[in-house]
C-alpha cells in the first residue's frame, strides 16, 4: 500500500511478531517477575555507609562449609558493627553454628533436597524477598544455586565472584583469586576487594563457633567426668581427642588407625586419649579408649574446646574442634589441604598421602609435644575465646 503523500517514510519497518517472538517475550517477563531485574555493574567500591541489612547467600549442606562462612560474618562484623545479617544455608546445624553471633538475625532454612520440598522452598524465597537488603553476598565462587537465589534477593548491591562458573547479575563482580584458595579465606578476600581493600595487611579471622563461659565450663566437666582424678595427686596429663571418621575416599581402613594409634601411644604416653564417636555412634576404634558422643553441635563443641589436642582427618568436625579453638591437627591425603586444610594458631595440616600410619603418628606426636601449653596459659586462651575470664583455681 503506497504511502499518503506528505508522509514520511519510516526509517525502520515493524514487522510482525511470530509465534518465537511472543514466547522468548514472555520468557523475559517471566524471568523478570520471579528473579528481578539483573543487577547492572558498579565502578565504585561497596559504600563504607549506608549498609544496614545484609544477605549472605551460602546454599551448602555440610558442616564443614557452614563452619568456614564465621570468617566473613567477623569481617562483615567488623566493617559494619551495627548491620543485620540474613543467612540462606540448606545445613540444619546453621542456627547452632550462627547463633552466637549478635549479628545474625534469621538464618533461611533450606531442605536438604528442594526437588521434594518445593513449598518449603518457596516459602524460604518469599522470606528472603520481604527484605530490601543493602548488601546480598555470593562468597561461593562455584555454587549455580547460589547465584541464582543472590539474583533473586532484593538488594542495592550484589556481590559475588566472576569466573567462567560465575558471571553476571551482581554489581561488584570480583575475580576468584588464584593466591587465595582456602573455603576460609576467599569470602572474606572477596569483601576486602570490593571494598578496595584487597591489600590490606592484616590476616584472616579463624573459624569460630563462639563458645560462651558456661559452654567451655560444662566441656571441661565433661572432661573430669571421663577422666576421674585418682585419690593420689599426680601431673596432670594432656587430653587428646580423636576422630577416626571420615567420608568417601578419605576414610581409612582399621588396620591404618590401628598401626597410627599404637604408635601415637608409644610416643606421647603422658596423654590420655579419648575417642570422638561419628553420628551414627559406633566407635571406630574398637572401643579401646574412652569415648564421647553427642548429637548436640554445641555440646561436642564445648568438649573439644576442653581437649589440649584434635586429630582427625579432613572432615566436618575437624572444622568444628578448629572452630572450638582447641589446636586442631588434620591428616589430609586425598582433599587439597590448601583449600580445607585447618588454619590459625595452633592449628597444622599434616600431609599423609605418602606417609605411613607409624610415621605419620611420630609427625603429630612431635607436633603435640612442640605445642603444649601451661595449664594457666591455656586457661587463658579459652577465657579469651570465650570473653570471660575463668576463676584462677579454674582447671582448664
Excluded at 144 to 152: E, G, H, N, S, V
Excluded at 345 to 373: K, L, R, Y
Aim: aromatic share 6%; net charge positive; glycine share 8%.
Amino acid at each position: 500500500m503506497p504511502l499518503l503523500p506528505g508522509r514520511p517514510r519510516s526509517r525502520t519497518m515493524r514487522r510482525p511478531l511470530n509465534a518465537g517472538d511472543l514466547r522468548r517475550r514472555a520468557a523475559r517477563g517471566l524471568m523478570r517477575l520471579l528473579f528481578g531485574t539483573a543487577a547492572q555493574p558498579s565502578g565504585e567500591p561497596l559504600p563504607v555507609t549506608g549498609i544496614h541489612r545484609i544477605l549472605i547467600c551460602r546454599i551448602s549442606l555440610a558442616l564443614g562449609n557452614t563452619l568456614l562462612l564465621t570468617p566473613l560474618i567477623q569481617e562483615l562484623e567488623a566493617t559494619w558493627p551495627g548491620a543485620e545479617i540474613d543467612i540462606i544455608t540448606r545445613n540444619p546445624a546453621s542456627a547452632a553454628v550462627y547463633g552466637r553471633y549478635d549479628n545474625v538475625n534469621r538464618v533461611f532454612q533450606l531442605p536438604a533436597h528442594g526437588v521434594g520440598h518445593p513449598l518449603h522452598w518457596l516459602g524460604v524465597m518469599r522470606g528472603m524477598r520481604r527484605t530490601h537488603y543493602d548488601l546480598a553476598i555470593d562468597p561461593d565462587p562455584q555454587s549455580q544455586t547460589a547465584r541464582l537465589f543472590l539474583r533473586m534477593a532484593r538488594a542495592t548491591c550484589k556481590l559475588g565472584f566472576s569466573s567462567p562458573k560465575k558471571t553476571g547479575n551482581v554489581t561488584h563482580a570480583v575475580a576468584v583469586p588464584g593466591d587465595v584458595p582456602h573455603n576460609g579465606q576467599r569470602p572474606v578476600f572477596l569483601l576486602r576487594s570490593a571494598l578496595g581493600r584487597a591489600g590490606a595487611a592484616t590476616g584472616y579471622p579463624v573459624p569460630d563457633i563462639r563458645l560462651d563461659h558456661a559452654e567451655l565450663a560444662r566441656g571441661r566437666q565433661v572432661l573430669g567426668r571421663l577422666f576421674a582424678a585418682p585419690q593420689l595427686p599426680v601431673p596432670r596429663r594432656r587430653t587428646v581427642g580423636i576422630f577416626a571418621n571420615a567420608t568417601g575416599p578419605k576414610l581409612l581402613e582399621p588396620d591404618w588407625w590401628m598401626r597410627f594409634m599404637k604408635t601415637l601411644e608409644a610416643r606421647c604416653p603422658d596423654c590420655q586419649l579419648l575417642e570422638i564417636i561419628p553420628m551414627f555412634g559406633r566407635s571406630m576404634l574398637d572401643s579401646r579408649y574412652p569415648t564421647y558422643y553427642s548429637s548436640d553441635l554445641r555440646k561436642l563443641a564445648s568438649v573439644l574446646a576442653a581437649l589440649d589436642a584434635y586429630i582427625s582427618l579432613d572432615c566436618g568436625i575437624m572444622h568444628l574442634a578448629c572452630a572450638s579453638r582447641v589446636p586442631t591437627l588434620g591428616i589430609f591425603t586425598t582433599t587439597n589441604a590448601d583449600e580445607w586444610g585447618p588454619y590459625g594458631p595452633g592449628n597444622h595440616v599434616v600431609q599423609a598421602s605418602d606417609m605411613t600410619p607409624e610415621t605419620t603418628a611420630s609427625s603429630i606426636a612431635a607436633i603435640v609435644e612442640a605445642g603444649a601449653q601451661e595449664p594457666g596459659a591455656r586457661r587463658d586462651a579459652l577465657a579469651a575465646a570465650a570473653g570471660a575470664e575463668f576463676p584462677a583455681d579454674a582447671t582448664p
